[in-house]
């Protein structure tokens, strides 16, 4: 029973950081002026593999100015 538990727990931490992965990568990406939706598809798709491969590939970050 117990290693059932220790299971439950550890799919269930891993399906959160997937989940906060997924958000960040979004959110990053939109503010980047890239698609986030594609980025997330990619994500779910190759898992760590796509989260390097988006640190590697993304633009820098768009900066405003007031002009």
Known sequence: MV???FSLLWAAI???VALLACVWIYQDAEARGKNGAL???IL???HV???ILWL???PPRRIWSRA
Do not use: D, S
């Open 44 to 46: 779910i798709f190759t």
């Open 14 to 16: 891993l399906f959160a």
């Open 39 to 41: 980025w997330v598809v």
């Open 56 to 58: 590697i590939v993304r």
């Open 49 to 51: 593999f796509g989260l």
């Open 3 to 5: 290693h059932g538990c």
